[in-house]
Structures are given as structure tokens and as C-alpha cells.
T-cell receptor
Framework: DTGVSQDPRHKITKRGQNVTFRCDPI?????LYWYRQTLGQGPEFLTY????????KSRLLSDRFSAERPKGSFSTLEIQRTEQGDSAMYLC??????????????FGPGTRLTVL | AQRVTQPEKLLSVFKGAPVELKCNYS??????LFWYVQYSRQRLQLLLR??SRESIKGFTADLNKGETSFHLKKPFAQEEDSAMYYC????????????FGTGTRLTIIP
């Protein structure tokens, strides 16, 4: 499978615990995005990387959230001291920056987080 | 700030009937509009984008800057069109982030 992959697919945790999600983008893609999707809503942008640089963070990304892309390949999203409001589907997407045209974002299957 | 509105959460259409999924946006710059689709148990995938002016799976969408709309249309619905459809707004260069609408669940009645 050469698409975007995410691990784990499901995570159940207790309030206050830390969780970490991983995203592996399509191999030649230099941009990687994280989105969060709650029930009945569309995906909401959290942050994105170009290579290893984190270029933008949404105000949705509180201090408890941190994302990294250490070698410009896979990325991790960590949530510290989880709260019930963090329960959501976390989506990763990647794209290839090419020219001035819009770049199609390819989405992974998502990680569903449930905080008890 | 950019915003995307999809007024219909649910839409049911008979097979063979025309389909129109509405999308309105607000953005002061030059927008790039997309329709993404999510079939049952599948990941979100791009259906079409206004810049390419293509017809994908019989669907078309025209960007109307005067009405700030990007409605998705298909003249004859098919059962396999049943899915969740999201309209999304990006920037002209790079699409660093997409702003999505809340989605419309389309059900095609056989």
C-alpha cells in the first residue's frame, strides 16, 4: 500500500494519560498535515510541515499538543494529559509541493481517539 | 477568515434523478475549491477541484465568485454515489491548509 498510513487506527485512553500517533506519508511527499474531525463536523486543520519544518499551527492546537516530523518523513502527534474533549478522529494527509498550482492532499485512514 | 457552508447535512435522491450538493464559501482572497468524498469504510479522497474543470464520475462543479458558491452537480444519480461529501477551501498557492464544510451525506434511493 503506497498511500498515507496512520498508527494506531484506534486508541482508547483514560483522562490524563499521554498518547502519541504516527503518520507515514506517501514517500515522495514533502508536505504533511494533521487534521482533527469530531462527530458531525468536517476535518479541522491542526498543523502542517514542509519537510521537517512546522510552518503553521492552528489555535486549536493547545500547549498539550505537539507534533514533530524529525527527518522530513514520518510525523508524530502527541497529546499530553488527555481530556474527554480530545476524543476525535485524527487525520493525517500529505501532498507534494509542485509549482504554483494547488496541491492535492492525500488522506490517511485516521486514528480514532476515545478518552474515557 | 475563511469559512465553508454546506447547508444540507442529509440529502436523499432517487436513482436516475439529478443531484445538487450546495457549498458556499467566504474568503477575501483567490480561493481554490475542492470536493472531497468519503465512501463507506474508506478514507477521504479528492473528487474534483475547480482549477482542473474536470468531470469526475459524472460530477461537475462550477466556481461562481459572484455568489461565492461551488455547488456539486450530477445529472443522473447512481447508487454508488451514496457517500459523505465535503466541500473544502484552500489558497491558490500551496493549499497549506484546507477549510472544510460540515459535509453532506448523500443517499441514493434505488
Amino acid at each position: 500500500d503506497t498511500g498515507v498510513s496512520q498508527d494506531p487506527r484506534h486508541k482508547i485512553t483514560k483522562r490524563g494519560q499521554n498518547v502519541t500517533f504516527r503518520c507515514d506519508p506517501i514517500s515522495e511527499h514533502n508536505r504533511l498535515y494533521w487534521y482533527r474531525q469530531t462527530l458531525g463536523q468536517g476535518p479541522e486543520f491542526l498543523t502542517y510541515f514542509q519537510n521537517e519544518a512546522q510552518l503553521e499551527k492552528s489555535r486549536l492546537l493547545s500547549d498539550r499538543f505537539s507534533a514533530e516530523r524529525p527527518k522530513g518523513s514520518f510525523s508524530t502527534l502527541e497529546i499530553q494529559r488527555t481530556e474527554q474533549g480530545d476524543s476525535a478522529m485524527y487525520l493525517c494527509a500529505s501532498s507534494l509541493l509542485a509549482g504554483t498550482g494547488g496541491n492535492e492532499q492525500f488522506f490517511g485512514p485516521g486514528t480514532r481517539l476515545t478518552v474515557l | 477568515a475563511q469559512r465553508v457552508t454546506q447547508p444540507e447535512k442529509l440529502l436523499s435522491v432517487f436513482k436516475g434523478a439529478p443531484v445538487e450538493l450546495k457549498c458556499n464559501y467566504s474568503y477575501s482572497g483567490s480561493p481554490e475549491l475542492f470536493w472531497y468524498v468519503q465512501y463507506s469504510r474508506q478514507r477521504l479522497q479528492l473528487l474534483l477541484r475547480h482549477i482542473s474543470r474536470e468531470s469526475i464520475k459524472g460530477f461537475t462543479a462550477d466556481l461562481n465568485k459572484g455568489e461565492t458558491s461551488f455547488h456539486l452537480k450530477k445529472p443522473f444519480a447512481q447508487e454508488e454515489d451514496s457517500a459523505m461529501y465535503y466541500c473544502a477551501l484552500g489558497f491558490r498557492v500551496g493549499n497549506e491548509k484546507l477549510t472544510f464544510g460540515t459535509g453532506t451525506r448523500l443517499t441514493i434511493i434505488p
